[in-house]
Structure formats: C-alpha cells, structure tokens
C-alpha cells in the first residue's frame, strides 16, 4: 500500500494539529497502521497504534492523554489528533501500514510494518 502523510506545520506549545494519511488501493481495512516520529539525531519511535477496523488503540506514554489515533476504512485514511502538543514533539511523523496484520493486532515495532509513508513535519514552538 502507498501512504501520503500530510497535516504537520509549525505549532506554538499548548496548540494543536491534526495528522492524516491517505491510503492507496481498496484493502485499506486489511492493514494495521500506526503513527511514528523522529527527531534529530534520534530513533524512530511508535506514538500510537490502531488495529484494522479501528476497535483498539495504544499510545506511547509520552503521548498518553494528548494524542487521539483514529481511521476511516471507508477514506482509506488514518488520522492523527494532537492536542497539548509540546517543544519535545518537535520530529517528522511517518505512518506506517503492516500487511501482516490479525484483525486486533497492534504493532509497536518499526520491523513489524511493511510500508511507510514520507513523513510530514511538525515543529512546536516554546
């Protein structure tokens, strides 16, 4: 599957932004998707996850309460609310797709998704 993400920018600190990510193809609800961010000079890491058709959902602990992951099979769209956000979430955001997906799997790891898309940035500001 291809994904496009868009929706980042330049936030201030306590603002709010909303992520999205298009999906190609009509096998959208057969995938896993999660949301991942990268700063500087640091690793890929998960910020939250949701399973095929929505059901469940996870979020790291330093988005906990903040951050809202949700999708739209219909859309073939996965969306990502961010609230509160904070000069520390300053990183490109990737969506990620695995194909290997059981229907309530959730998906932490950046080897367990098997397609990306091209990141979009979002900078808060202090």
């Known amino acids: 599957v291809q994904l496009q993400a868009s929706g980042g920018g330049l936030v201030q600190a306590g603002g709010s932004l909303r992520l999205s990510c298009a999906a190609s193809g009509r096998t959208f609800n057969r995938y896993g998707m999660g949301w991942f961010r990268q700063a500087p000079g640091k690793e890929r890491e998960f910020v939250a996850g949701?399973?095929?058709?929505?059901?469940?959902?996870d979020y790291s602990d330093s988005v906990k309460g903040r951050f809202t992951i949700s999708r739209d099979n219909a859309k073939n769209t996965m969306y990502l609310q961010m609230n509160n956000l904070k000069p520390e979430d300053t990183a490109v955001y990737y969506c990620?797709?695995?194909?290997?997906?059981?229907?309530?799997?959730?998906?932490?790891?950046?080897?367990?998704?098997?397609?990306w898309g091209q990141g979009t940035l979002v900078t808060v500001s202090s």
């Open positions: 990620a797709a695995t194909a290997r997906a059981i229907l309530t799997g959730l998906y932490y790891r950046v080897p367990d998704y098997t397609d």
């Open positions: 949701i399973t095929r058709n929505g059901g469940s959902t």
